[in-house]
Nanobody
Framework: QVRVDESGGGSVKPGNSLRLSCAVSGRTFSRGTMAWFRRVPGNEREFVAAIKWPPKYTTYTTSVKGRFTISRDNTKDTVNLQMNNLQPEDTAIYYC????????????????????WGMGTQVTVSL
């Protein structure tokens, strides 16, 4: 059984950084696509960033470009999201998603294309 676990959430002030990690267990993904989505209560789930491999390719939603970086550690089968210059509008529950398919670019931001999901980790940005 595949399990997806997120870690690294917390509360920070605007301008600070956090690093989220996502670990997949139960199956080794030799290729695939993993992504981060986020949700504010009462709103729809929003795509944040995704990475696929091999070869490696990343994509981001416009609002986080230049601030967030998604990366994959092949030795640990984890995906990280480095979030810099966090702003109050980044406050949300962040979810990691994983899939064994190497999705085309336009499909990487669609939550329906991911088979495995974590429970989420809270990120709060406030003064």
């Amino acid at each position: 059984q595949v399990r997806v676990d997120e870690s690294g959430g917390g509360s920070v002030k605007p301008g600070n950084s956090l690093r989220l990690s996502c670990a997949v267990s139960g199956r080794t993904f030799s290729r695939g696509t993993m992504a981060w989505f986020r949700r504010v209560p009462g709103n729809e789930r929003e795509f944040v960033a995704a990475i696929k491999w091999p070869p490696k390719y990343t994509t981001y939603t416009t609002s986080v470009k230049g601030r967030f970086t998604i990366s994959r550690d092949n030795t640990k089968d984890t995906v990280n999201l480095q979030m810099n210059n966090l702003q109050p509008e980044d406050t949300a529950i962040y979810y990691c998603a994983a899939d064994q398919r190497y999705w085309i670019l336009s499909a990487m931001s669609d939550p329906d294309n991911y088979d495995y999901w974590g429970m989420g980790t809270q990120v709060t940005v406030s003064l």
